[in-house]
């Protein structure tokens, strides 16, 4: 069965702290995603990626930044972490480069910041 | 620029009822397009999906949605609605491996 897994479900931090999240799919998908989800806004993208060491920004890449050192795994590091950065983070995967295959989902990371 | 919108933020519907759940894009050329369900506190599943072909696309627990070229349109249906069903739905577009732009969603509200 396909996984993606969160490190965390639910995180409390303080401003100004350097704050990782972690993302790791089990199906060895070349792409992966980092998104945050607020009320009335769905999902935007912050970053993604679409091989090892490779990245792209997203929408919203601002006051983020990302690591993918093995194909399995795909952080998300917020620098400085600002209490505009409370929010949901959702992170995905997907195979291939046609874009018609199918966004597999963690459960998120509920970020709360101080 | 490709953008998605879904003009209901929240729908009420009695369980038995039929649904309709509208979707509306803009995209430079025939896109890809996506419908996921939200359970709450959970991340997003995949519906259903349309990238080329019949224009009526069945999806997982009985949904169904529709490609309307011509209205821009991406509408997903169930004809009865199940309590389970009460959710937030996402309409998304794109192509490639291009990002995919999700709507701003729609909360799914069933009452007996």
């Known amino acids: 069965d396909v996984k993606v897994t969160q490190s965390s479900r639910y995180l409390v931090k303080r401003t100004g702290e350097k704050v990782f999240l972690e993302c790791v799919q089990d199906?060895?998908?070349?792409?992966m995603f980092w998104y945050r989800q607020d009320p009335g806004l769905g999902l935007r993208l912050i970053y993604f990626?679409?091989?090892?060491?490779?990245?792209e920004k997203g929408d919203i890449p601002e006051g983020y930044s990302v690591s993918r050192e093995k194909k399995e795994r795909f952080s998300l590091i917020l620098e400085s972490a600002s209490t505009n950065q409370t929010s949901m983070y959702l992170c995905?995967?997907?195979?291939?480069?046609?874009?018609?295959?199918?966004?597999?989902f963690g459960p998120g990371t509920r970020l709360l910041v101080l | 620029a490709q953008s998605v919108t879904q003009p209901d933020i929240h729908i009420t519907v009695s369980e038995g009822a039929s649904l309709e759940l509208r979707c509306n894009y803009s995209?430079?050329?025939?896109?890809?397009l996506f419908w996921y369900v939200q359970s709450p506190g959970q991340g997003l599943q995949l519906l259903l999906k349309?990238?080329?072909?019949?224009?009526l696309v069945q999806g997982i627990k009985g949904f169904e949605a529709e490609f309307k070229r011509s209205q821009s349109s991406f509408n997903l249906r169930k004809p009865s609605v199940h309590w389970s069903d009460a959710a937030e739905y996402f309409c998304?577009?794109?192509?490639?491996?291009?990002?995919?732009?999700f709507g701003t969603g729609t909360k799914l509200q069933v009452i007996p």
């Open positions: 349309y990238f080329s072909g019949d224009t």
């Open positions: 990626s679409y091989d090892v060491k490779m990245k």
């Open positions: 995209y430079g050329a025939t896109p890809y």
């Open positions: 199906m060895d998908h070349e792409n």
């Open positions: 995905a995967s997907r195979s291939g480069t046609g874009g018609v295959e199918t966004q597999y």
């Open positions: 998304a577009v794109g192509r490639g491996y291009q990002k995919v732009t």
